[in-house]
Structures are given as structure tokens and as C-alpha cells.
């Protein structure tokens, strides 16, 4: 019996024939050449209620399926870049497709709402099914609207969990690998819940930079070139995030992110209502690339 070999390491995205899924291959394809690995593009042909379908009907499921790669291929291809290409047109929900190919992946990447090509509707519940059960990073990818990508923060939120280093680690190969800037934050609360003045804010925030500062200085002598700049918040981040949210290009989270991020993990009307429509990067569930 001939064995055959699991399929090689990729960088794999979510095709469904939406201008959104060809906007998150382009933006994979760095991810795919700094790695130097495949960009392996995945269409699923979803299942039409467990009916009986004829020929016919086959034919142009495939055929459909065929034409968003390939339209998404031709994107890929026009950017010019050294990376190698791969197909692959499965049965089934996109979900299980893709929970499937991260098994193999570096990162698994796809637009924050794609399309159910059995129905037609936008659809935003693959995300959210994604990232409970992915076995790689997660990149979930919004239309940006900043001018020139590259002038995009890259941002994250550094604690003390197990997972904190792997995390800020992740953001630090992106915002080398983007030539952008980086933006470490952390939260902190006052120990006296009626301490609301303004000094005791400033004093506040300035310990607990410094404190950021200690924990950043290993990581900037090994990225002499990065822009870091650690940033203290009293409380939620969300204040900081809504008010440079047209300079945020990327937010780079934990598997478990705190409760007032996790909502930017989800389909894009989260993120919209407060202002935000960058993409978001979330590390896999064992802190591997």
C-alpha cells in the first residue's frame, strides 16, 4: 500500500470568490515569501442541504470554484513577488476546510466576511468558528483604509500570561517583516477605585510605561532598526485603539485575548462600532508558528 505524504507547511487562504478573500491572498503573500513557503489557496464547495444534485450542477460548482482561484491567483501572480502558488477545491463547509487545512498550516488567513456561495448571503460565523478550533495563527483580514499600508502601526497587548512573550514576539516578526511600527500596550488600574485626578492618571501611567519600558529593552537590542514604543492605558485599551484606530494597520493578539479585545477577533460589525477596520492577527493555540 503506498503511503501518501501529509501535505507540506503553507501559508493557507480562505477563497470564496469575494473581492475580500482576493484582498487577504495579497496579503498573505508576504507572510508566504518571508517564510518561503507555498500560499496554498482554499475554495470549498458547500453542501446544498444534503439534496440530491445532478451532473449539471457539479460542473458548475467546480467550475465557479475554478474561476475564484483562478481570479485570485492572477491577483497574486500581478504583485510579482517569488511565491509559489497552490489550488486546492474541496467538499464540504468552508469551516471544516479550513479547520482541516490548519492542521499543516504556518497561518491560516481570511476576510472578516465572506460569501456562502450555496446561498449568496454574506456570512461572518466561519470566523468566529475559526478561531475557537484553528490549529495555527489565525489572520483575519479587513480592508485597510490607510493611504499606504506601510505607515500602519502594528500594535499588541503585552501581560504576564504564559503566552505574553510568544504574542509580542509574533508582533515583533511582523512589524519587521511590514517595515512598520510598533506599538506594545499596556493596562493598568488604579489601586484606590476614587483616585480619578489627573496626577494620579499621569503618575500612573508613567509607571506603569516604565515598567513596559524594563520588559521592551531585551527586544529592542535585538531589533536595533524597530520603531517600539511601549504605551500605558488606564483601564480598557479600547479608548487608545477607537482614537488611532486610521493609524492601526494590524492588532496582534493572544489565543485568548482580554475580553475588551477579543471583540476585534470577530466578524466585522465588531470592530466597526468603534471605528476600527484594521486586520487582526491571532497567535495559535500553542504559541507556534
Not at 8 to 25: E, K, L, N
Not at 149 to 155: D, H
Request: with cysteine; aromatic share 4%.
Amino acid at each position: 500500500m503506498r503511503e501518501i505524504p501529509p501535505p507540506s507547511p503553507a501559508i493557507v487562504v480562505g477563497i470564496d470568490g469575494s473581492r475580500g478573500a482576493v484582498d487577504t491572498a495579497l496579503w498573505a503573500i508576504d507572510e508566504a515569501v518571508e517564510r518561503d513557503l507555498p500560499l496554498r489557496l482554499v475554495y470549498a464547495i458547500a453542501d446544498r442541504d444534503r439534496r440530491p444534485v445532478d451532473a449539471r450542477t457539479i460542473v458548475h460548482d467546480f467550475a465557479t470554484g475554478e474561476a475564484a482561484v483562478r481570479y485570485a491567483a492572477m491577483a497574486i501572480e500581478s504583485v510579482d513577488k517569488p511565491v509559489k502558488i497552490e489550488v486546492e477545491i474541496v467538499q464540504g463547509r468552508a469551516a471544516t476546510a479550513l479547520l482541516s487545512a490548519s492542521r499543516d498550516a504556518a497561518m491560516l488567513c481570511v476576510g472578516a466576511l465572506g460569501v456562502d456561495r450555496a446561498t449568496g448571503k454574506r456570512v461572518g460565523s466561519t470566523v468566529t468558528e475559526l478561531l475557537g478550533r484553528a490549529h495555527c495563527p489565525v489572520a483575519i483580514v479587513r480592508p485597510n483604509r490607510l493611504k499606504t499600508r506601510e505607515t500602519g502601526w502594528i500594535v499588541t497587548e503585552f501581560d504576564e500570561s504564559p503566552d505574553g512573550c510568544t504574542v509580542l514576539g509574533l508582533a515583533l516578526d511582523e512589524a519587521r517583516m511590514r517595515h512598520a511600527p510598533l506599538r506594545v500596550l499596556a493596562t493598568w488600574r488604579p489601586h484606590f477605585t476614587d483616585v480619578y485626578d489627573d496626577r494620579a492618571r499621569t503618575l500612573g501611567t508613567r509607571q506603569a510605561e516604565a515598567n513596559l519600558d524594563r520588559s521592551l529593552t531585551r527586544y529592542r537590542r535585538l531589533y536595533p532598526d524597530l520603531d517600539i514604543k511601549a504605551v500605558a492605558t488606564q483601564g480598557s485599551p479600547l479608548n487608545y485603539l477607537t482614537h488611532h484606530a486610521d493609524t492601526i494597520q494590524l492588532i496582534v493578539l493572544g489565543h485568548q485575548p482580554s475580553t475588551a479585545l477579543a471583540e476585534f477577533a470577530g466578524p466585522a460589525p465588531h470592530a466597526a462600532r468603534h471605528g476600527i477596520n484594521c486586520s487582526v492577527l491571532i497567535a495559535g493555540r500553542h504559541g507556534a508558528l
